[in-house]
């Protein structure tokens, strides 16, 4: 599959049929989403891999009981290393490892979808919550929850905002 055809044809897939995602796949996208370019190339992320259904079914709670957390094969839970990006202080904190954790979802979203895989990118959480149930380390910070699977549906391409309401040349 080519890069554009794969960013462009990306959707958000909140339906999954049950089969289980193997292991070895797991561990490839989370090899590619890591190759994602980093801060200092500290690359200031780790991820955590929930197959567990009791572990999903708390995640999808704590994910303001999106449903489809819990139906997934599997979520990966992409947090920010905070300890990781240190050397850069504060903006290291606040900023860089965010973007450090955000850079690699993307990588992983694009690399389940060439996989024949489905994915969408959650965001709203409660952040307290979900380092509860996977009992993260204080220098972990849940980002990104990234239901995984094979699609069971096929979901239109959304709007996009034109090139003349988001480009600015020289000044904004």
């Given at each position: ?24 796949l797991i561990r490839d996208l989370i090899g590619l989403a890591n190759w994602a ?57 606040d900023l860089y490892a965010i973007q450090d954790a955000a850079a690699a979802t ?44 094979k699609p069971a549906e096929r979901p239109g391409a959304p709007d996009r905002l ?11």
């Amino acid at each position: 599959m080519e890069l554009q055809e794969a960013i462009r044809n990306r959707r958000s897939i909140r339906a999954f049929a049950p089969d289980a995602v193997r292991e070895d796949l797991i561990r490839d996208l989370i090899g590619l989403a890591n190759w994602a370019p980093s801060a200092g190339n500290l690359q200031a992320r780790d991820f955590v891999i929930v197959r567990d259904p009791a572990t999903k079914q708390a995640l999808a709670r704590a994910a303001l009981d999106q449903e489809f957390l819990a139906e997934a094969p599997a979520a990966i839970v992409v947090c920010a290393n905070l300890r990781r990006i240190a050397h850069y202080g504060r903006r290291g904190r606040d900023l860089y490892a965010i973007q450090d954790a955000a850079a690699a979802t993307q990588n992983l979203l694009l690399a389940a979808h060439e996989a024949g895989l489905g994915a969408t990118w959650v965001g709203a959480f409660d952040e307290a919550a979900v380092r509860d149930l996977l009992k993260l380390p204080q220098h972990a910070r849940p980002v990104a929850l990234v239901p995984i699977g094979k699609p069971a549906e096929r979901p239109g391409a959304p709007d996009r905002l034109g090139l003349t309401e988001i480009l600015h040349w020289d000044h904004y």
